[in-house]
């Protein structure tokens, strides 16, 4: 019989620990100010609507096996300049398989896809600017199969919006990545902003999984 999620996305929510770890989520003082740097979409965004697009990318509704690769968590805040929580802002995340394959028909990489990798989550945040994700850790890749030199350091797409911001597009990265070095896509921002996407690593109380924090600070629009 295959799997089903089974449970509504407030279970989803409640099993990766979001409304449990509400006490991570302090104030940090320089998110709280400074705008998360915007970064290129890259050629593999998933556009298309899939059938499961919930916040565990890691099983997919009526598979019997989950993603294979080293299972995290990636939970955190979305506010503007002046710290305030954006409710019901809109979270989309895509990001490659662990071999660095996206699931997407014009990734001309030959590594295998994950037939069990969803891919892909979307979610709203909660009243207090929360959201959270359950996934995979991605895999490098190197850029000769787009016609360029060199590798991208394992990454996370975000595309983040607010109905009082601009949508912003954005990328996470892993600490101590030896790839981040020469990624030429953080090379583009200032190297004092890139502990904004650069989370630190810690663990998960309730589950015992790595867990990263990605807070994104939006500017916003006049109304």
Do not use: C
Request: charged content about 20%; aromatic content about 8%.
């Amino acid at each position: 019989m295959a799997k089903s999620k089974g449970i509504n996305r407030r279970d989803v929510t409640r099993n990766i620990g979001m409304a449990a770890g509400a006490a991570i989520f302090g104030s940090s003082i320089v998110s709280a100010a400074v705008p998360t740097p915007a970064q290129i979409e890259g050629p593999f965004h998933p556009g298309w609507q899939q059938d499961d697009l919930d916040l565990d990318l890691t099983l997919i509704d009526g598979h019997l096996d989950v993603a294979s690769g080293e299972m995290m968590l990636v939970r955190g805040r979305v506010t503007d300049t002046g710290g305030n929580p954006l409710r019901n802002a809109l979270v989309d995340i895509w990001q490659a398989n662990k071999h660095g394959k996206y699931a997407h028909p014009d990734d001309p990489s030959p590594e295998p896809l994950d037939p069990n990798f969803q891919g892909r989550g979307v979610i709203n945040t909660d009243a207090e600017g929360r959201y959270a994700f359950r996934t995979i850790r991605p895999g490098a890749y190197p850029l000769k199969y787009l016609g360029f030199d060199g590798w991208r350091a394992a990454h996370i797409h975000f595309q983040v919006s607010h109905e009082q911001s601009d949508t912003l597009t954005t990328q996470m990265y892993f600490e101590g990545d030896p790839l981040l070095h020469q990624d030429e896509e953080l090379a583009k921002v200032p190297e004092e902003l890139h502990q904004l996407l650069i989370p630190k690593p810690g663990i998960d109380d309730g589950s015992g999984l790595p867990l990263l924090r990605f807070d994104v600070v939006l500017t916003m629009t006049d109304v």
